[in-house]
């Protein structure tokens, strides 16, 4: 009998485990972006559609593009991601700003970094802004010819959405700069605006390679 209660008695173990549940804010944008990520599929489905219908038309028109340049403007959305996701680390530190001098990058806060990513982007968005202005002295335009056509809507939805990116930057840094304390929500907003402009990133890489490349 003693033996039973003592065994009775014994206190009884067990493991308390945690679950962690997935930030709603990084899944729902995450779902979003998914979304769009088949409306640029749909734009590639025109393009593709449109350039097996009438090949002359691509033989003919992308003589007036500039693929050097163009490689120039995309090194720089590219290089403005890496930028990004440095801002993105710096958040994640919980580190607004920056400890040191203006000149020493590597004591740079989220501000200095998403800043730099926002000038990065406005200078993409110049570039095709003067491809544009170029494509339309030489008599490309959006209702000129087919290939016009899904060259100013592919691209164009793009810069729209790279336009938005912009505004999201601006959105976080005064979110940062207005908060008493940088905590997780202000680290979230980067977070999930780093996925948006990876994305954007990625699909321009995409862009480029059919429309640049694969003349």
């Given at each position: 009998m003693s033996d039973v209660s003592t065994a009775t008695a014994a206190p009884r173990t067990s493991a308390h485990l945690s679950v962690n549940r997935p930030n709603?804010?990084?899944v729902g944008t995450i779902v979003w972006l998914a979304s769009e990520l088949m409306f640029f599929a749909g734009l590639f489905a025109m393009y593709f559609t449109l350039r097996s219908?009438?090949?002359d038309e691509w033989v003919k028109q992308t003589e007036h593009l500039t693929v050097p340049f163009a490689l120039g403007n995309t090194i720089v959305l590219v290089l403005s991601s890496v930028t990004c996701q440095?801002?993105?680390?710096?958040?994640?530190?919980f580190?607004?700003?920056?400890?040191?001098?203006?000149?020493?990058?590597?004591?740079?806060?989220m501000n200095e970094w998403m800043t730099a990513t926002y000038v990065m982007g406005s200078i993409f968005i110049?570039?095709?802004?003067?491809?544009?202005?170029?494509?339309?002295?030489n008599g490309l335009t959006i209702s000129s010819s087919p290939y016009?056509?899904?060259?100013?809507?592919?691209?164009g939805f793009h810069g729209l959405h790279v336009i938005g990116g912009l505004i999201a930057f601006l959105f976080l840094l005064g979110r940062s700069f207005s908060a008493k304390r940088f905590?997780?929500?202000?680290?979230?907003?980067?977070?999930?605006?780093?996925?948006?402009w990876h994305f954007v990133d990625v699909v321009w890489i995409a862009l480029f390679s059919v429309?640049?490349?694969?003349?």
């Open positions: 709603p804010v990084s219908a009438v090949p440095m801002g993105v680390w710096a958040a994640e530190r580190q607004p700003a920056r400890s040191g001098r203006l000149y020493q990058v590597g004591r740079w806060g110049a570039g095709q802004v003067l491809e544009y202005a170029e494509l339309v002295e016009g056509s899904v060259f100013f809507l592919t691209t905590g997780h929500h202000e680290a979230t907003t980067a977070i999930v605006t780093s996925y948006y429309i640049y490349l694969l003349q």
